[in-house]
């Protein structure tokens, strides 16, 4: 349900009229959201929407599909917005682990794999598909969990630490994406308690309907202003310590 309080999403106006958006993780709840949101913007000229259904499509946990997303995209673009919606809690069955006894090596490098690798090698092959001499921005799906300041609860030590890990490589390619496009806005975001298929066994009915977090997000990312370095932000725009 719509927060009373804040206006419903409309329109990205700190990008140029025309833009073009790229949302990658389509078949998750936010990112159809996201969709949904950008094609009802009167200002964006069309939406590229990619998740292993489509086509093309790509496999986070396999680099090479992901290698294979920059050519097959050279007629489209350049973007002016991307949204990375990628990301998993439950992996092969496993949830988050709840004590130090649960750990799994292969379910932490999975996790490690989704969470953290394959959304920089998503930004490392689209990073050329951005455009540059105007603001950008690339945003990515984070979790308030992945701060490491913000731990006071424990548990879920591979959700927690690769997306710690997601953030690092956010902030340290901020700083490098920066310096060619000083216009562009780098952000992780926390889109908050979503009723999805991620957080279904862990929420009830009082979750944020996908639709009103993605436009939450979106009227976040406009008011968002370049300087450098990458900004974790949540749904109602307050900073989150990294």
């Given amino acids: ?61 396999d680099p090479a599909s992901i290698e294979r997303l920059a050519p097959a995209l050279a007629e489209q673009g350049p973007f002016q917005l991307v949204l990375d919606a990628t990301g998993a809690l439950t992996l092969n069955g496993r949830g988050p682990e709840k004590r130090l006894d649960d750990l799994n090596a292969q379910a932490l490098l999975d996790a490690m794999s989704v969470n953290a690798i394959g959304p920089a090698l998503l930004l490392q092959q689209l990073l050329p598909r951005l455009a540059s001499g105007e603001r950008v921005i690339w945003a990515k799906l984070s979790a308030r969990v992945g701060s490491i300041e913000d731990n006071r609860k424990g548990g879920w030590y591979g959700y927690r630490a690769s997306k710690a890990a997601l953030n690092m490589l956010l902030q340290t390619a901020a700083i490098e994406i920066t310096r060619r496009r000083p ?60």
């Fill in 183 to 242: 216009l562009a806005v780098v952000a992780a975001l926390q889109p908050g308690t979503v009723r999805s298929g991620l957080s279904r066994p862990f929420v009830g009915e009082q979750a944020l309907d996908p639709l009103d977090s993605a436009g939450r997000l979106l009227r976040v990312l406009d008011g968002l202003e370049p300087d450098g370095r990458a900004r974790f932000v949540d749904h109602a725009g307050q900073a989150i310590p990294w």
């Fill in 1 to 61: 349900m719509q927060d009373s309080t804040t206006p419903p999403f409309a329109s990205m106006h700190s990008l140029r009229e025309g833009y073009s958006a790229l949302v990658l993780g389509t078949s998750g709840a936010i990112g159809q959201a996201f969709v949904t949101r950008l094609r009802s913007d009167p200002r964006c000229a069309g939406v590229t929407a990619l998740s292993r259904g489509s086509q093309p499509a790509f496999d986070l946990m």
